[in-house]
């Protein structure tokens, strides 16, 4: 079905409605005088962390008024990342379809406009056969996450899943005509594994973007070698708007995820809007590379926790300037 102009009217508004209140547009007060040199320390350490690998990330997160996604933003050639993983959507919102013997999961649906756009098209290029796709797993209830999750769920009777909070934002959302939120399904537990097909896909609670993002961990593999992903959900794209409050839940949820990913050896980055940690050129490495060529995607244990330490201290900075205590 297509949106009419007036159903696109209401998409957008909600979707920029929506972005609002997540990234905290109002304006907020701050707790106190900007303690500019705990700000600078925290800054100067996340570019130490970050080195040349994470550059984008620390220029990203230490610095204000950066661009978020956008419903505009141009598609993305279908691309598999891994034996078992296709990246789908836009350059602003990623979609993943994980291959099992199964079926397929795929993680967030793009918006409710979109998935006729762009996500079915994509998955038909890709060979990917929407009939058999098992469950949405839902990174937080946002329109552009869970927008498209309704039609797998009516037609193909997937499972969606999300954060039991999550699940209570997602039955007040206004849905563009033709277009309905997916009915209340599975709910998420933190740390409790869904399987499927042999294959453990590991919700994290993560909240900041949302009051119940989560952030998921699963294997992917590679000619005959495994490695795990993680893909944390709750990224907060406009950090300089918020609250020292908001802040410090955000940095809680990514110090939480740097002690759960480190503990299950996670070494693939990947996440649901990569425009922070050079998603474009990782799709052209990864489609013009030669046998035997490194994955781009794999980054290594050891990198992948000084990614999670460079957002931590770009936050820690952010809660300096605004005044407020820096936990820990």
Known sequence: MRTSTTALAALLGLTLASAAAAQGFAAFPVS??????????????????AGEQWKAAAEYFCSPGVRVNLI????????????????LGDEGTTVYAVTTPDGIVLI?????????????????????????????????????????SAYFQQKYGAKVVLSAVDWDGV????????????????????????????????????????????????PVSEGGKTHMAGLFGSTILRND???????AQE???????????????????????????????????????????????????AAYQRFTGTVAECLKADIAKKGGKVPG
């Open 72 to 87: 505009t933003d141009p598609e993305i050639e279908p691309t598999r990342l891994f034996d078992n993983v296709w990246a």
């Open 32 to 49: 106190g005088p900007p303690d500019w040199a705990g700000a600078k320390a925290h800054a100067d350490k996340a570019k130490a962390l």
């Open 108 to 148: 967030d649906a793009l918006y409710p406009d979109k998935y006729e756009k762009t996500l079915l098209p994509q998955m038909a290029k890709a060979g990917l056969d929407p009939a058999k796709v098992k469950y949405v797993l839902i990174t937080h209830g946002h329109a552009d996450h869970f927008g498209g």
């Open 241 to 247: 708007r918020l609250t020292t409050d908001n802040l």
């Open 251 to 301: 940095l809680g949820s990514w110090e939480k995820w740097a002690k759960v990913t480190k503990a299950k050896k996670v070494d693939v980055e990947l996440q649901n809007h990569p425009l922070f940690d050079g998603m474009p050129e990782k799709l052209r490495a990864i489609r013009a590379r030669a046998p035997g060529q490194p994955n781009p995607f794999v980054v290594g244990e």
């Open 171 to 218: 039955a007040k959302a206004r849905m563009p005509a033709g277009h309905p939120a997916p009915k209340r399904d599975v709910e998420a537990q933190d740390g409790e594994a869904i399987t499927v097909g042999g294959m453990a896909f590991t919700p994290v609670f993560v909240p900041g973007h949302t009051p119940g993002s989560l952030a998921w961990i699963f």
